[in-house]
C-alpha cells in the first residue's frame, strides 16, 4: 500500500458519486486516470485493505432491524458458540472482548420479528442468555480512519 | 416509500460496485432499468437515509487500528444526550450511541467506540476524553477486542412487498 493507495482509501471513505462516470470524477480529483483508479481499487479489494465497496444501510429504514447483543461465554466453549452464533446468517460482526460478557455480535434482519427469533435461537443452541441492547439514539456515526 | 425495484438495487449493490467505468449502467443493464434511473432511485435512497454512504468500508485491523476499544459509560438519564452530543465532537470517537442498560449486571447506556493503532493511545485518548467533557464521577469500563471472528456488512434480502409488515 503506497501514498496513492493511502488517498484512495481516505478520499472513498468520504463517499463515492452517484453520476454516470463515477471513477472518472474521483479519478479527476486525485490526478489519477480512471483505469489506474479501477485497477487500484480492485487490488484493495483482493488484498482485504478495503473489506467492502458499495452502500452502507441504515436497517431500520429499510424495515429492518439492527441490534448489538452480548453473550458471556465459559473460556472452555468459547469457539464452539463463536461457531454456533457465526453461523447465523443474520450476524454480522462477532467480537471477542476483554471482558465477563466476552462475545458481543451485531445481528441485522430484513424484519423486526426474525430479530427476536435470532435472539431465541442462540439462547437455545447456546444455552446462553444474551444482552439484547439495540440503540436508543445516535449521536455520531463517522467511522473514518486515515490510513 | 422504497418499492421492489429498489429492493433489487439494493440485494444487488452488495454484492459491490462494479469496477468498471459505467458501474450503474452495469447494474441497470441486470436490473432492466437505465442508468438514468438507477441514478435516481440512488439518490432517493442516499436523501431518504436507507443508504447512509456510498463508498468503501476498511478493513480497521489491515490499516494498522489494532486498537478497538468500546468504552461504555453509566450516565444519568437525564444528562445522556448532552453529553453523547459532546463525546461525539471528538475526531477520535468513531462511534457513539445511546443502549439500554441490563439491569444491575450492566448498567451502561451510553457506548463509544475508539479505534487506535495501540491500546496506549487509546487509553490517553480516554482520559482526555474523560477530563474534557468531566465524566470522571460517571462509572466506566473500556473493552478492547481482542480477536474479530466475522466482519461483513449484513446482508439484506430482497423480499417481496407483500411480506413486509
Known sequence: MDEVDKQIINHLQGGFPVCDSPYQVVADQLGLTETGLISRIKALLESGVLSRFGPLYHAEQMGGALTLAAVKTPEAEFDQVAEIINAFPEVAHNYQRNHELNMWFVIATDVPERLTEVIQEIEQQTGLSVYNMPKINEYFVGLNLKA | ?165
Open chain 2, 1 to 165: 416509500m422504497i418499492d421492489a425495484i429498489d429492493r433489487q438495487l439494493i440485494e444487488l449493490l452488495q454484492q459491490g460496485l462494479p469496477l468498471v467505468s459505467r458501474p450503474y449502467a452495469v447494474i441497470g443493464a441486470t436490473l432492466n432499468l437505465s442508468e438514468n434511473e438507477v441514478l435516481q432511485r440512488l439518490s432517493v435512497l442516499k436523501e431518504m437515509g436507507v443508504i447512509k454512504r456510498l463508498g468503501v468500508i476498511v478493513n480497521h485491523r489491515r490499516l494498522g487500528y489494532k486498537a478497538n476499544a468500546m468504552v461504555v459509560f453509566d450516565i444519568a438519564d437525564s444528562l445522556v444526550e448532552q453529553i453523547g452530543g459532546h463525546v461525539s465532537q471528538f475526531s477520535f470517537v468513531n462511534l457513539c450511541y445511546q443502549r439500554p442498560r441490563q439491569g444491575e449486571q450492566w448498567p451502561y447506556n451510553l457506548y463509544c467506540m475508539i479505534h487506535g493503532k495501540n491500546r496506549e493511545k487509546v487509553l490517553q485518548q480516554l482520559a482526555h476524553l474523560i477530563e474534557s467533557c468531566g465524566l470522571r464521577q460517571y462509572h466506566h469500563e473500556v473493552l478492547f477486542s481482542k480477536q474479530c471472528f466475522k466482519q461483513r456488512g449484513a446482508l439484506y434480502q430482497a423480499l417481496p412487498e407483500q411480506e413486509k409488515v
